[in-house]
């Protein structure tokens, strides 16, 4: 039995929910408010037959033990297991691979403290004159752990116990003929931690107008430039609490806005924003803000972000309203707060602070901004260049609920484009018939014999032939990971529908998952040519979904008082459950 197993086999979830929240049993299943967002009327249910949970309000969005812990808990697949199995008692086992970097993150840690040391010296007088300069204060400095390199890191990291070769596996010397020698000798030390605080690298800039101004710890075990927000130690917090984040680009923009109080800011440190980056943001916060230049390298910087953490632009096919969305079910508010031209946020923030609130309270929703900027790259005068600013946009506004939002945005882009609304319409109507056409299906049935009572199976089935067959992501990236019951499934799900490969897909799942994957990667699913995997892929998945509406039916009906009507709001949820499963019966 995996670990996994065991901590689902002895995780009650009545028990894990109710020390959270308190629960009113209805019928067989268990009622509260959601504890996710705010309602008057109780719309979280728990079952303990299935050990799940679900909310039928605003949230919309459920699962297992495991996806409750993450969500209340703010944490990761993997934390949620040490969570959970230090609530059942359940040992796990410290791998060489866990002592390794235990090594490594305390090699850091020692480097710190030197770095620390020496901007705390009599010789850093030049040092401490350059913080004053950029106005960062003393407490400030303390906060951001400022250092500054000088002086004999080696003999130093020696001293403390550090061989030469784990201070080199983390970045810290470098080996050169003549031996080892510091690799950010100079610098001043900006030390980059992990959202838990651990030290995981450094950025570092030069203090004597050498070339290159600013360097990175190079990629290490600990540390991956893509996958990490510089500042998201100190903001995890108040990102949780607001659930607003604001992006910005550099180690100087985050420490100038913390410094005056905007607790919430983190930085891609240079590069636009990655899925990876999302990821980190993704179970703390739904709102962001990316606060870039108004310039034209700020522009790009703005489309590069969004291109490859969302895959916005150029892709008609890439956004819907399920893709666009932290895998909870709770759909990303993106916004954009240009920075005036010739400034960064932190001359901004330090020279006009006003102006910078201002900004930031008046950024542009996406599409907005989207609209604006892409009409200026794109020659929408030309009859190809209308079409390609609608191809670009028609994702986002046909992934909008509100009808009246839709209609709004329509009226912008055709008085942008100078053509009436009917042809904007009639362009997106032909371009939804096109994201549909894959859709079509024959009269197979090759997963029929596949039993859907046998827990996990189709889930199984259904990542073994998305893992040998990724050009099917493209197509599948409306699913929604909610129709997976199982935690570890939806989160491979999740993880590899925002992996550009299997290598990627490896590193950024958490340890406890890398044996799940490598078990999918070994069952080759049964020979079919890729007309037939398709048509078996959109089976399954259309047999989770409907599964899984006919669940959730189940659970809204059963805590039904057959003499009280159900308030307003659990009403539309159930006709609007009839809906979708009416349709999903019409899809076979």
């Known amino acids: ?14 028990d894990i929910v109710s020390s959270y929240i308190s629960l009113n049993q209805s019928g067989k299943y268990f009622k509260s408010i959601c504890p996710f967002h705010s309602e008057k009327t109780p719309s979280f249910i728990v079952n303990p037959d299935r050990q799940s949970w679900h909310c039928f309000g605003a949230c919309g969005t459920g699962g297992d033990v ?35 970097f235990k090594e490594l993150y305390e090699a850091n840690l020692i480097a710190l403290r030197f770095f620390q040391d020496n901007l705390n010296s009599k010789n850093a007088k030049y ?14 400095a303390r906060m951001f752990n400022l250092g500054l390199s000088s002086g004999d890191l080696l003999s130093y990291l020696k001293t403390n116990g550090v061989k030469e070769n784990t201070a080199e596996s983390v970045g810290l ?9 510091d690799f950010f000798k100079g610098r001043l030390m900006f030390p980059i931690h992990d959202w838990k605080g651990n030290v995981i690298g450094f950025g570092a800039r030069s203090l004597d107008d050498s070339i290159p101004k600013y360097v ?19 903001a995890h917090g108040s990102i949780k609490k607001s659930k607003k984040a604001i992006i910005v680009e550099g180690y100087m923009d985050v420490i100038a806005a913390h410094q005056k109080g905007y607790s919430n800011v983190v930085a891609s440190m240079g590069t636009a924003i990655t899925k990876q980056q999302v990821g980190a943001l993704k179970f703390i916060g739904n709102e962001f803000i990316l606060a870039l230049d108004a310039d034209f390298a700020g522009q790009e910087a703005t489309l590069r972000s969004l291109d490859s953490a969302w895959e916005l632009i150029g892709n008609s096919q890439s956004l819907n309203k399920k893709s666009f969305s932290n895998g909870n079910n709770t759909p990303f508010s993106l916004k954009i707060a240009e920075v005036p031209q010739g400034q960064d946020p932190d001359e901004l923030i330090r020279k006009d602070f006003k102006k910078w609130e201002f900004i930031i309270d008046n950024s542009e929703p996406l599409i907005d901004y989207l609209i604006r900027i892409l009409s200026l790259k794109i020659d929408i005068k030309s009859g190809e260049g209308k079409m390609q600013l609608v191809k670009n946009v028609f994702p986002l506004i046909t992934s909008i609920d509100n009808f009246f939002d839709q209609d709004k945005y329509i009226r912008i882009l055709s008085k942008k484009l100078e053509v009436s609304e009917s042809s904007v ?9 096109n994201n549909n ?3 079509k299906k024959g009269d197979l049935h090759l997963i029929s014999n596949l039993n859907p009572k046998i827990e996990g199976q189709l889930e199984k089935y259904v990542l073994c032939l998305l893992l040998d067959n990724p050009e099917f992501k493209e197509d599948i990236l409306e699913y929604s990971p909610e129709n997976f019951s199982n935690s570890e499934y939806k989160e491979i799900f999740i993880r590899w529908r925002n992996s550009p490969n299997i290598d990627q897909l490896n590193n950024n799942l958490d340890g406890y998952l890398t044996n799940l994957l490598n078990e999918l990667l070994s069952n080759k699913p049964v020979s079919l040519d890729m007309k037939q995997k398709k048509h078996a892929l959109f089976e399954c998945l259309n047999r989770l979904e409907r599964d899984h509406l006919l669940e959730l039916q189940k659970e809204i009906l059963s805590t039904k008082h057959e003499k009280i009507p159900p308030p307003r709001d659990l009403e539309d949820k159930i006709i609007e459950l009839n809906k979708l499963i009416k349709k999903s019966f019409l899809k076979r």
């Open 216 to 234: 990175n710890t190079p990629a290490t075990s600990l540390f991956d430039k893509k996958s990490i927000l510089y500042g998201l130690n100190l």
């Open 66 to 100: 495991f996806s409750f812990v993450m969500r209340i808990e703010s944490i990761g697949f993997g934390e949620s297991i040490k969570f959970l199995a230090n609530k059942t008692g359940v040992k796990l086992k410290e791998k060489d691979n866990d002592l390794k």
């Open 437 to 439: 056409d894959y859709r």
């Open 1 to 14: 039995m995996s670990v996994i197993e065991e901590i689902r086999t002895k995780a009650d979830i009545i």
């Open 173 to 181: 010397i470098k080996k050169f003929d003549s031996g080892y020698r």
């Open 127 to 140: 040092a401490n004159e350059y913080l004053v300069k950029r106005g960062i204060d003393t407490e400030t």
């Open 425 to 433: 319409r009639s362009s997106f109507s032909s371009l939804k018939n």
